[in-house]
């Protein structure tokens, strides 16, 4: 679960990691009442969405006044704000955060992610502040400093020197950077984070060091224990169809293509959308119904992959161990009669009682395109959607 930078601010503020005085504003009006708080000459307006990059899209504002301030907000608030993140459909923005400009030194880059290589949370920090790390990765991979985290210890105090020695802090700023990693950290393991990342992390000319940039996303699957989190959740930055998936606890995920996936497990809907590519068509989105998935599940999850309007065919390949193969046969039948399904659906499965289930499929009023292996599944969902697009 992700939360915008001011929600993220405020966590960092309650574990006192210094970050830039202001304010969350809905409105232009709101906005200057913001700006008024605050004891500086020079204001920063910037987009609340839930995606990096917006200054490049015009969704940050560095203003001189409060008036300027105002029209800022104007601009930004209801603007459609297109990133390198959004994609070319951008984001509507709701809101904006109204801050104090920096007198800004050096910009660095530092963040706490799980390596699930290790098992380990691991500190990444980079001097090359303000740049997307991925790029930093690809060019300048040495700049890149890391220091693993034993999760039975936790941080010790010299590791978090040893990412502020290899980031070049001033003397006069180690103490607080310190400090600060450290508090982080016991943030990011408190709130059950999978990441909390500032960029940029800034040292003022004053020798400051404070966190000019906050993001931070959560382990969904912790939530239940943060009901102060889960409440931060906003559900317009979220694709309607996976959050109407997540209440009936399918995970669901939207592409591009035009081939909607029903599987159960993460790597079998992997291979399924590699080997449609294989075949020459493309996935729509992949639905996973998890292993104990019953009749209204699928009907459920045969709702909303035909909610997308772009899906010509559906494929159904499930592995049939917890949710036996007859049971899931019942449940597609009930579906497409309930929902008056008109597209071609090929299923494959494979595991407990399938040929059973495929007696069910057979004799169904709906004519299932049944594969018995993956490669046959993709070939005949392949023609499908070609068949499709020819009528069409």
């Known amino acids: 679960?992700?939360?915008?930078?001011?929600?993220?601010?405020?966590?960092?503020?309650?574990?006192?990691?210094?970050?830039?005085?202001?304010?969350?504003?809905?409105?232009?009006?709101?906005?200057?009442?913001?700006?008024?708080?605050?004891?500086?000459?020079?204001?920063?307006?910037?987009?609340?969405?839930?995606?990096?990059?917006?200054?490049?899209?015009g969704g940050v504002k560095v203003v001189d006044s409060i008036e300027g301030v105002r029209e800022a907000a104007k601009q930004i608030i209801g603007m459609q704000l297109v990133t390198p993140q959004t994609g070319p459909?951008?984001?509507?923005?709701?809101?904006?955060?109204?801050?104090?400009?920096?007198?800004?030194?050096?910009?660095?880059?530092?963040?706490?992610?799980?390596?699930?290589?290790?098992?380990?949370?691991?500190?990444?920090?980079?001097?090359?502040?303000?740049?997307?790390?991925?790029?930093?990765?690809?060019?300048?991979?040495?700049?890149?400093?890391?220091?693993?985290?034993?999760?039975?210890?936790?941080?010790?105090?010299?590791?978090?020197?040893?990412?502020?020695?290899?980031?070049?802090?001033?003397?006069?700023?180690?103490?607080?950077?310190?400090?600060?990693?450290?508090?982080?950290?016991?943030?990011?393991?408190?709130?059950d984070c999978a990441l909390v990342e500032i960029n940029p992390l800034v040292i003022t000319q004053d020798q400051r060091v404070f966190a000019l940039d906050a993001k931070v996303n959560f382990d969904d699957n912790a939530l239940y224990r943060h009901p102060d989190i889960e409440k931060m959740r906003d559900l317009d930055e979220e694709d309607p169809l996976e959050v109407e998936a997540s209440k009936y606890h399918l995970n669901y995920i939207k592409l591009d293509g035009n081939v909607g996936c029903m599987v159960n497990g993460a790597g079998l809907a992997m291979a399924t959308m590699d080997i449609i590519k294989l075949y020459g068509a493309a996935p729509a989105n992949f639905l996973d119904v998890g292993g104990g998935a019953n009749a209204e599940a699928i009907e459920n999850a045969f709702r909303i992959l035909l909610s997308d309007k772009s899906v010509e065919a559906v494929l159904i390949n499930i592995f049939g161990g917890i949710l036996r193969c007859d049971l899931l046969a019942e449940g597609v039948v009930a579906a497409a009669a309930k929902l008056d399904i008109r597209l071609p659906i090929v299923i494959r499965m494979e595991g407990t009682n399938v040929e059973r289930g495929k007696e069910i499929l057979a004799k169904a009023p709906l004519k299932f395109m049944i594969a018995d292996t993956m490669q046959e599944a993709a070939e005949k969902v392949a023609h499908a959607v070609k068949s499709v697009s020819v009528v069409g």
């Open 1 to 57: 679960m992700k939360i915008h930078e001011y929600q993220a601010k405020s966590l960092f503020r309650g574990y006192d990691v210094p970050t830039p005085n202001g304010e969350v504003a809905f409105t232009p009006d709101e906005a200057v009442n913001a700006a008024k708080t605050l004891t500086s000459s020079k204001y920063v307006v910037k987009a609340q969405i839930h995606a990096g990059g917006r200054g490049k899209g």
């Open 89 to 191: 459909q951008g984001r509507k923005v709701k809101s904006v955060l109204v801050e104090e400009a920096s007198a800004i030194e050096r910009e660095l880059y530092l963040s706490i992610v799980l390596d699930r290589v290790t098992s380990k949370p691991v500190i990444m920090a980079s001097t090359e502040g303000g740049m997307d790390i991925e790029e930093v990765a690809a060019t300048q991979p040495d700049k890149i400093i890391k220091e693993w985290i034993d999760p039975l210890i936790g941080i010790q105090p010299y590791q978090a020197r040893n990412v502020a020695y290899a980031l070049n802090i001033p003397e006069a700023a180690v103490k607080s950077t310190v400090s600060l990693i450290m508090k982080l950290y016991q943030l990011f393991w408190d709130k």
